[in-house]
């Protein structure tokens, strides 16, 4: 798959204690990504962070180790996959019932390759 160019970067903010059907949220996320053939998703876990409807900060201090700190899924890909992706997110936050928040940005692929 050659993929160079303009493409989307795609980001969704959720939590690490987001579920569906007992699976974290953030897999379900990743494995229907790979499942429609989109290039690739990375998920990095916050150490710290809050979002509109929280009361604390969550955090990953030693003294105080949260069990719900914030993940950010990423995804780049063609404008048009991301723009499929973007409604079968939304779908999987509604049904998760959780807090989260999508954005989009403009992304200048230089190089993408699947190795040997």
Do not use: N, W
């Given at each position: 798959?050659?993929?160079?160019?303009e493409?989307?970067?795609?980001?969704?903010?959720?939590?690490?204690?987001?579920?569906?059907?007992?699976?974290?949220?953030y897999?379900?996320?990743?494995?229907?990504?790979?499942?429609?053939?989109?290039?690739?998703?990375?998920?990095?876990?916050?150490?710290?962070?809050?979002?509109?409807?929280?009361?604390?900060?969550?955090?990953?201090?030693?003294?105080?180790?949260?069990?719900?700190?914030p993940?950010v899924v990423?995804?780049?890909?063609?404008?048009?996959?991301?723009?499929?992706f973007?409604?079968?997110?939304?779908?999987?936050?509604?049904?998760?019932?959780?807090?989260?928040?999508?954005?989009?940005?403009?992304?200048?692929?230089?190089?993408?390759?699947?190795?040997?």
């Amino acid at each position: 798959m050659k993929l160079e160019g303009e493409g989307k970067l795609l980001r969704i903010f959720i939590g690490e204690l987001d579920k569906i059907a007992h699976k974290p949220l953030y897999e379900v996320l990743v494995l229907k990504a790979r499942e429609i053939g989109m290039a690739g998703a990375t998920v990095l876990r916050g150490v710290q962070g809050f979002g509109a409807g929280s009361r604390i900060v969550h955090s990953a201090k030693i003294l105080r180790l949260s069990e719900d700190l914030p993940i950010v899924v990423e995804f780049v890909d063609t404008e048009e996959k991301i723009d499929k992706f973007v409604k079968i997110a939304g779908d999987f936050l509604e049904q998760a019932g959780c807090g989260a928040m999508i954005t989009e940005e403009r992304a200048h692929i230089v190089h993408y390759s699947h190795g040997k």
